[in-house]
C-alpha cells in the first residue's frame, strides 16, 4: 500500500514536472461586460483564462464577482482613443485630456473593478503611440502596482516599452484570436497560438466572448498537447526577479 502511494505521489510529481517545462500560453477575454449570457459561458473555461472587464460596462459588477469566486484573474479592460475615432467606451482616455483629467478618470476606471491584477487597452491604436499619456498611465499602475499587456493595436505602439522604464510587469499580445469571428478561422489562430508559443517558449493570446471563440476553447483546451495554459499574470512573471 505504501509502495503504491509513492508510485501516484511520484507521477503527481513528475506530471507537476514536466507540465512546467512545456511551453506555456496564456489567454485573455476582452469585452467583458457587454454581454451577460456569454460572459457566463467565458465562465465555465479554466480557471487560468483571465478576463479583462470595461469599466462601466452594463454586466461587469455581476460578472466581475463571479469570475473570482471562480478563481480567475481579472483585469481593467481599459478604452483609449484609436486612430480611428471610433466612438469610447465610457471612461475613455484621450490625446486632448490634461493630466489632472487624465488622471482621474483612469483612477475612476481603476477603482471600479475590485481586486484586479493588471491592465490592458481597448482600442489605443493613437493613444499607445503617444510618449506623455502613456508616461502618465504607466505611473499611476506603478502605484497600485498592476501588470500592463499592450493589446498591440499598433504596431507604433510605445505602451510595452514606457511600462519596462517604470519597472512594470509587462507583455505584449502575439495573436488575435477571432478578428475574423468564423469558427474554422478562429481554430486555425488558436493552432497558431501553439506553434508560436512552441517556437517562442510562450504566447500570449486575446479573445473576446463571441459564441464561436468560446465554442473553439471549450473544445480545444482540454485535448491540446505539447503546451500548458497558465495564467496571464504567471506568464508575465515568470523568471522576473523580485524588485
Not at 13 to 39: C, K, T, V, Y
Not at 53 to 81: S, W
Request: charged share 20%.
Amino acid at each position: 500500500m505504501r509502495y503504491l502511494l509513492f508510485i501516484l505521489l511520484s507521477c503527481s510529481f513528475l506530471s507537476e514536472a514536466q507540465s512546467q517545462d512545456l511551453p506555456h500560453i496564456a489567454i485573455i477575454i476582452d469585452d467583458m461586460g457587454n454581454h451577460l449570457a456569454l460572459g457566463k459561458t467565458a465562465m465555465r473555461l479554466p480557471k487560468a483564462i483571465t478576463f479583462a472587464f470595461l469599466p462601466y460596462a452594463p454586466h461587469t459588477n455581476v460578472l466581475v464577482k463571479q469570475a473570482q469566486q471562480q478563481g480567475h484573474d481579472v483585469i481593467l479592460h481599459l478604452p483609449m482613443e484609436s486612430i480611428h475615432d471610433y466612438p469610447l467606451d465610457q471612461g475613455g482616455l484621450t490625446r486632448q485630456m490634461e493630466k489632472k483629467t487624465f488622471i482621474r478618470v483612469l483612477n475612476n476606471s481603476l477603482d471600479r473593478i475590485p481586486n484586479i491584477v493588471g491592465v490592458n487597452n481597448h482600442m489605443g491604436s493613437r493613444l499607445t503611440q503617444i510618449e506623455q499619456p502613456m508616461h502618465w498611465l504607466m505611473q499611476e499602475l506603478k502605484k497600485r502596482p498592476l501588470f500592463f499587456v499592450d493589446s498591440k493595436t499598433s504596431v507604433l505602439s510605445i505602451a510595452e516599452e514606457t511600462a519596462a522604464t517604470y519597472h512594470i510587469p509587462t507583455r505584449t499580445r502575439d495573436i488575435f484570436l477571432d478578428n475574423n469571428r468564423d469558427t474554422k478561422s478562429v481554430l486555425r489562430q488558436f493552432q497558431h497560438l501553439i506553434r508560436i508559443a512552441k517556437k517562442k517558449g510562450s504566447a500570449l493570446a486575446i479573445g473576446h466572448p463571441y459564441a464561436s471563440t468560446l465554442a473553439v476553447l471549450h473544445t480545444q483546451l482540454p485535448k491540446m498537447s505539447g503546451v500548458t495554459l497558465v495564467s496571464v499574470n504567471d506568464l508575465i512573471h515568470q523568471g522576473r526577479k523580485p524588485e
